[in-house]
């Protein structure tokens, strides 16, 4: 039996660290999955996005005490990572109503909602209090989710999405976690300026694996974007990707005097929250308009606002999570219909590949978003 | 000729002050008021409410620099503040055509919106970029604003509303700016909820000035009420109010777990906005439910946030300012209509009464709104 083979359903074949400074290195691993639920499906992995999430749980940055691994009832006290996920359906528990074996779905940052509470019913199921993440999540028996750097993966169906036949697997694998992620605020946040007839115009700052996603989905959104930006080195990219217009908040220009009053969204995917000039950016929004973010810092930073610096416009700010399963769905369509492609590059899974993708990531050398592919031929799997 | 007698229409007596120092005693000044402009009324003042605002103005705590009056090109070095005027129209340049001679109006802490641009046309006049304030405002000649605390007021017609004739003068003065300020954020806030046909759940928090008027505008409005205070000290009063709820947030109670997913509306009325409890309030917001401020604290103050503080419920947060000229006027009529009044003391003007209400207000000795009265007796008005 090859170092590679899967003893599946038993056990799963993953990435994996029990240390955060070796964060760039997982190494592979067999662990136990969760204890099977009825509404449980195991997805055999074809390819895994890589999301900047990963580096802030694997630094174990979004958190304040010891890697959540260490405290599993059950299942390994190791962590692994991966939320972007593209498989087939291998497995499913006798409530699953949604899907057949061998369908095609995608996973993405959730992996439960209880499905019970008044969020869930309303299409809320990224706040729903029982939310689970599909890693680094604790279930109440005890077990923390392990992710998608992995042969398999288990997950509640009503965090799984169905995959139109028209798209690439590791073209949109990034749109299960990044791309529903900007698309659930930008969807919420111009949807009564589109009821109003009127062209919404949203500005998108931070052009990164985030950021290059919302510029497309926007666009097909229906919105005039523009991209902003430090500098002006992803300008020519910006409009590649259907910019409409580009500021760089580095130049000198008076650029938020000229862009007054023009936004109805500012969507921040930037990773920082402290490096922004919060205060120039908001005097661009119109009246009563919001400023959302969706790259989470390090959690010990904060937003430092006055609330005099609302008051030019009566805007607000906020943070958006995820999306809802709805949304995904929705998002799903929406690429299938205008046949937007986030730009990536591929990876083929190793632990050559897998430290590659994160050291690269944490240094910003990616343009725009890594796919990790080739499941397959490393698991044994895909027969 | 008494001391008090007033030389109009070449000028205007009122209480100022020339020393942040001496905040609390504005002594009785005699000024010229602005160039009279064509769309300019001077209204001959009947009494005033007198609004926190005013102790930030007169403490010079709203701003870097030194007192604004300073710097006025024409017009006193001094500055009376006041900005919750009622009295009588007594002069109208040429193009002014709202109102008549003799007709009870109520003027606002503006003065001045442009009319022309966007926002004064989608009626969010309050955020035009050419603002100027009734007191401590710039206008375009280097005229330093004068308010309410005087015989007299000069303002654009734009900023001036009708009153309706069932309203009392001295019960109603505070509407014109506190009321307003707490009811553009409430029916803002909470009009898709109506829309929809839910009953909205609206957390008010501060119980004080701003605070007890929000809670009967926001009962007036259609929706349910909770009050939220430090002690349960004004609990009995915003009862009587009409709130249907109250937390006190300083007690041992789970108070944010029993509340959880609650509001569609907190509005901040307290004036401080580091000694709020954020991250526990924010947790009783539905989900993409705003928490908006109206209590303004110094300029230094900031609240600090973490993006993580909204993920839980994809809440915002902002401030908003004032309300529009079109939103004065349906609160007003909502007075009439409802015949909410909120709770007035009373004190006749002279330096001695400006100085008990700037003074008594500033040890929170007010429950919960002074209105200056007897203006026609001190000056020799009202004939």
Redesign the interface.
Known sequence: MSVTTVNYPEEFKGFAISDPSEWSNPKLTSYIPKNFGPKDVDIEIECCGVCASELAVLKNK?SSGPLKSLSSTYGPKTQCVGHEVIGKVVKMGPDVTEFKLGQRVGLGAQAFSCQEC??CK?D?DQ?C?KYVGTYNGVYDDGYISQGGYASHVRANECCIFPIPDSLESHIIAPLQCGGLTVYS?LK?GIK?VLAEGIKPVVGIIGIGGLGHMAIMIAKALGADVVAISRSTSKKEDAIKMGADGFIATGSTEPWEKEN??KFHLLLNCASS?TDLPLDRLLRTLQ??R?F??V???D?R?????????????????????LGSKAEAIELLELAAKHQFKPWVETIPISEAGVSEALTRLNDGDVRYRFTLTGFHEFFGTGK
């Open positions: 979004w008044s969020r309303a809320n706040y209090e605020p919420r009564d007054y009053d929250a009246v009563n919001p959302i973010s790259g989470l810092p959690i930073e904060k937003f430092e606002v006055s609330p005099f610096t609302f008051l030019q416009s009566g805007s607000v700010i906020g943070s958006s999570k």
